[in-house]
């Protein structure tokens, strides 16, 4: 039997999700997380076998729950399901943890497939995004590439993209302003932007942030 556990800051898409799963021989949702907290809350008494996680959760970052919920569950598996199709997010994802990565938008079938093949023990991920990490990952620290990017690097582009202050930034990674501002400045040199407005214009036309 797949224990399932629904992460999603949505609703109506926990309540969508959780009908449909219902009606799969030989998986029981067994809890629904709107946040980080409460997910790593729920983890130890509901004791899921999977999880399907959002990235974007109102709390927390994606990648850094992921590890918690590996750490604190180490056979438990991750399927993220996030509205974002970028690359440098699917490859973050599974590199932090992640066992399957499938977008929102995709056929329910397709999301099914990901749950019972991670819950078998196998990685999952979509043909077309696989295509694309591939192609990626072949010039993977080629400057001006997203991929040169590490990380944490890659953390503070999202959140100075979003609008975020240096301060800000350095209060929720729990880090100092310093750091925030070196890591600023070695992705201006990465992407090779010389400004602000144009770390904010290539976060959006990459698509990175809605």
């Given amino acids: 039997m797949i224990k399932l556990m629904i992460a999603d800051d949505h609703v109506m898409l926990r309540d969508g999700l959780r009908d449909k799963f ?8 067994t809890g629904e997380a709107g946040t980080g907290e409460e997910l790593l809350r729920k983890l130890q008494p509901l004791q899921p076998n999977v999880i399907i996680l959002d990235l974007k959760l109102p709390d927390t970052n ?18 993220v399901l996030t509205m974002y199709d970028h690359t440098r997010y699917a490859t973050h994802a599974m590199e932090s943890g992640a066992d399957a990565f499938v977008v929102k938008g995709a056929p329910f079938e397709e999301l099914l497939e990901a749950v019972r093949a991670v819950a078998d ?21 080629k400057k001006g590439s997203l ?6 690097e890659f953390q503070v582009m999202i959140l100075l993209g979003s609008g975020m202050s240096v301060k800000e930034i350095a209060y929720q990674l729990n880090l100092s302003e310093k750091s925030i501002t070196t890591y ?24 990175l942030i809605e």
Wanted: net charge positive.
């Fill in 22 to 29: 219902c009606d799969e021989e030989g998986i029981e949702v």
């Fill in 147 to 152: 991929e040169a990017l590490s990380e944490r």
């Fill in 62 to 79: 994606g990648v850094t729950l992921i590890r918690q919920v590996k750490d604190a569950l180490p056979a438990c598996k991750v399927v």
């Fill in 121 to 141: 023990n196998r990685t999952y991920i979509s043909t077309t995004m696989a295509v694309r990490i591939g192609k990626l990952l072949k010039g993977r620290k």
């Fill in 184 to 207: 600023r400045a070695r992705v201006m040199e990465k992407l090779e932007l010389s400004s602000r407005a144009d770390l904010i214009r290539y976060v959006l036309e990459a698509g």
